[in-house]
């Protein structure tokens, strides 16, 4: 007789719109919050900026990008957030070198150093995006309050809705979210259908995405000429522009401890950061003010003329800014990865645009981007999105999808750009 139990084909159940609907509020709340954290530390280090680098230099009659005024600049920013992670409770939270998109959660005493450092970093210039801090300060807020406000909730739900809002938050839109949480829960032992899990933390992520764009309105497209239908030649140069980009990307992840270990043995962060800083203050004078924070608008600005600057240029941008990634992630300035990884990677694919005219910008830049996203974040459906939604092509995204494929594995298995408090590189 046959065992109709075991020929019965298995069926993931799905959790009843009851248990979901008691979600929407708390994640809503948390979406709001967490976006207008972000926003406002964005726009308090954007004003900060516009007196630092255009009121006191223009008041002083010094240029406002001369080698001088960007050495000063940054060792100025070295010690200040040197102070904030000597003296402020909580030390502005642990050691950045340690830490990824997955933040831990910090208790809250520790939360305002880490937004100060944050805030300073992101004004005084170096090559860090706000999204690992803002994640770790807003996991930390949610689980406090949520914790709070409704003590029966599950802890591990806060933390995944702060974090999903922020990514919503940043990119303005809840898509980048959502593949990174998917991409989460596919490596965690998690029960019911993919989109129950991800029903609370989308909602966060849309709450998020939408109180950004009513108040900030985050634009990522960099209006580069129009790219049509693809061609072999053009799948070619994606394939290897890519690759390329993965490679580079790779150089800094492998030399992360060696450089995070030359910071560490000044011990003090009063010696630490301000150390970092007149090396990110060399590079500045290298590379040029196009080099310094977090990248998003000189991208605009490369992208606005892309046959403005010669190959050479381009290439020496794109190192300049791969190293400052490098120092200003070791020596302990408070910031992610993503948003330098994407100019290090526009200034790529332009130098390939430069080089081989046949390259078209479009495919060069979001083919350069995907590379060195891929080695520095390790996250592929992020490094796909990010990629894609710069070019505003259909056409781009299967390029992108078969470039993806060489790139991966030139990178998985491999240590990544994270390190453990031992300093040893985490695989």
Not at 226 to 235: H, I, K
Not at 341 to 346: K, L, R
Request: with cysteine; hydrophobic share 55%.
């Amino acid at each position: 007789m046959v065992d109709t139990e075991q020929q019965a084909p298995s069926v993931t159940p799905s959790t009843p719109a009851r248990a979901l609907l008691p979600s929407i509020l708390p994640a809503v709340a948390v979406g709001v919050m967490s976006s207008l954290l972000l926003v406002g530390v964005e726009v308090a280090a954007e004003e900060l900026q516009g007196v630092l680098w255009k009121t006191v230099p223009d008041a002083l009659g010094i240029g406002r990008y001369s080698v001088a005024w960007m050495f000063v600049m940054l060792v100025a920013t070295g010690v200040a957030v040197g102070l904030v992670v000597w003296k402020v409770p909580g030390h502005a939270g642990p050691d950045p070198a340690t830490v990824g998109l997955d933040a831990p959660v910090l208790p809250p005493f520790a939360l305002p150093g880490l937004l100060l450092a944050t805030a300073l970093m992101l004004a005084g210039g170096p090559s860090l995006g706000p999204e690992n801090p803002i994640i770790a300060v807003n996991v930390g807020l949610a689980v406090w309050l949520g914790g709070k406000a409704i003590p029966r909730a599950p802890g591990r739900i806060w933390p995944a809705l702060a974090e999903a809002a922020t990514l919503g938050a940043l990119f303005g839109t809840p898509v980048g979210a959502a593949l990174v949480i998917s991409e989460v829960l596919s490596r965690q032992e998690t029960r019911g259908l993919l989109w129950d899990n991800l029903f609370a933390p989308l909602t966060a992520a849309v709450a998020g995405a939408l109180t950004a764009t009513l108040i900030d309105r985050p634009s990522f497209d960099l209006d580069l000429p129009s790219f049509g239908r693809p061609g072999w030649a053009d799948l070619l140069a994606a394939v290897v522009v890519a690759a390329a980009g993965a490679l580079l990307g790779m150089c800094v992840v492998r030399a992360l401890p060696y450089v995070h270990g030359v910071f560490r043995r000044l011990r003090h962060p009063m010696l630490m950061l301000p150390a970092g800083g007149a090396v990110l203050g060399a590079l500045a004078a290298l590379g040029g003010h196009l080099t310094l924070f977090k990248g998003l608008d000189e991208i605009a600005e490369l992208a606005h003329d892309p046959d403005g600057w010669s190959a050479g240029e381009f290439a020496v941008m794109t190192v300049v800014k791969l190293a400052a990634l490098l120092v200003a992630a070791s020596c302990g300035f408070r910031g992610g990865r993503i948003f330098p990884a994407v100019f290090a990677g526009t200034a790529l694919g332009l130098c390939a645009h430069a080089l081989v005219s046949g390259v078209h910008p479009s495919v060069g830049v979001s083919a350069g981007v995907l590379g060195m996203l891929l080695a520095i974040t390790r996250q592929g459906w992020i490094s796909l999105f990010v990629a894609a939604v710069l070019i505003d092509s259909p056409g781009i995204l299967v390029l992108l999808c078969v470039a993806s494929l060489p790139a991966w594995l030139l990178v998985t298995g491999r240590q990544q750009m994270q390190l453990r408090p031992d300093g040893t590189p985490v695989r």
